[in-house]
């Protein structure tokens, strides 16, 4: 194992999930399964990184709907049964190679472009109808669609643990749908489903407390979140760890394990005055285990990309300090994942002089 590196490759385990390491694999939209329904390029896919050394692999996002959830081309659902078997696949090979994985139910909500999709005349779903602060699109969700949506949730979930998946990620962060009810920028309900924290949150907490109640107390359920949305880069949903506290202290009553933080750059403070960034805030407040994620391994944020610029290998040593210190528990690795499969077995190796940058041509494959 590569000197100071120990700490990634220390077996997790907490109350409902134990995995062999601290490498988890990020969930990255990949639109490479036609008709929705995920093909043996997706399994092969998957499998690389089980056999690359991952501790957990958490898939792209899934649709939990045919019609209002996805507007990206291509992207996989776990409704039809074809999917449900595609899926069946993917868990098979990728448990073959001794590897675990959970997916990740997604619901692109205000940034579904439903021109893209099969249903251009059904309108995208948000919480007030907003894809952007002060300007509405669409009209508020109304009670009777909220309920269908957390349904639809709750019945991905069932499947999804039906296709033998080790543990569900509900994709809450970016702005997508269950982000536009947390938001208060994109949230300006005065029902039960807006207003303060506790509105806010209700529509994620029914979806967690209906699937908790579906699929037991023994199954491990994770939450995606965000302060930055696609929007604004430099939005904050919670301004000051009390906020944070409201804002995740009730999805932690409702029966999430673990909160997986989104950040572009892991390690930037989320507050002032502190150095812990938003997975170790999650942490520290609710006592629950954290994911972090953000450039890891790589010189420049995902951005970057878009624009040309090279990312090149970058040092681990602020993310092992940080570890080792039990800031987070886990780490999420994207693109560096992407441009290599076997990044993790690299790492524990010691083979750093193997790894990869990641440039703009690596975005048009995702293999």
Not at 145 to 159: M, N, Q, S
Not at 229 to 238: E, L
Not at 268 to 275: A, I, L, V
Request: aromatic share 10%; charged share 25%; net charge negative.
């Amino acid at each position: 194992m590569a000197a100071g590196t120990d700490i990634l490759f220390e077996a997790f385990k907490s109350e409902k999930l134990t995995l062999p390491n601290r490498i988890v694999m990020a969930p990255m939209t990949r639109s490479f399964s036609p008709g929705h329904v995920p093909g043996d390029n997706v399994v092969e896919y998957y499998r690389r990184r089980a056999e690359g050394g991952v501790g957990l692999i958490l898939t792209e996002g899934v649709s939990p709907n045919t019609t209002t959830a996805t507007g990206t081309p291509n992207v996989p659902n776990i409704v039809t049964d074809d999917a449900k078997a595609g899926w069946k696949n993917v868990v098979d090979s990728v448990k073959g190679a001794g590897g675990k994985i959970g997916i990740q139910l997604w619901h692109e909500g205000p940034f579904r472009n439903p021109s893209k999709t099969e249903f251009p005349d059904i309108p995208s779903w948000s919480a007030s109808g907003h894809k952007m602060p002060g300007k509405a699109l669409w009209e508020p969700m109304n009670d009777d669609e909220i309920e269908l949506a957390i349904t639809e949730f709750v019945d991905a979930a069932v499947a999804s643990k039906e296709a033998g998946f080790d543990c569900i990620e509900f994709h809450g962060a970016h702005s997508y749908l269950i982000d536009s009810f947390f938001w208060d920028k994109s949230n300006i309900r005065d029902d039960q489903w807006g207003g303060d924290w506790t509105g806010r949150t209700r529509f994620a907490c029914e979806i967690i407390k209906r699937t908790r109640a579906k699929l037991g107390n023994d199954y491990p359920l994770i939450i995606r979140l965000s302060q930055w949305k696609q929007q604004d880069f430099d939005a904050n949903s919670a301004a000051n760890p009390d906020e944070l506290s409201k804002w995740l202290t009730p999805l932690v009553d409702a029966g999430i394990d673990i909160f997986h933080c989104s950040q572009r750059r892991f390690w930037e403070p989320t507050f002032d005055g502190s150095d812990l960034n938003f997975a170790g805030w999650a942490a520290k407040l609710t006592g629950k285990p954290s994911i972090s994620v953000g450039s890891v391994g790589l010189s420049g944020e995902f951005t970057a990309a878009y624009s040309g610029e090279v990312s090149k290998p970058a040092s681990l040593d602020n993310l092992v300090a940080r570890m080792e210190r039990n800031e987070f528990d886990l780490i999420a690795v994207g693109r560096a994942l992407l441009q290599d499969a076997q990044w993790a077995n690299k790492i524990r190796e010691g083979r750093n002089d193997e790894l990869m940058e990641f440039t703009k041509d690596a975005l048009a494959t995702l293999e």
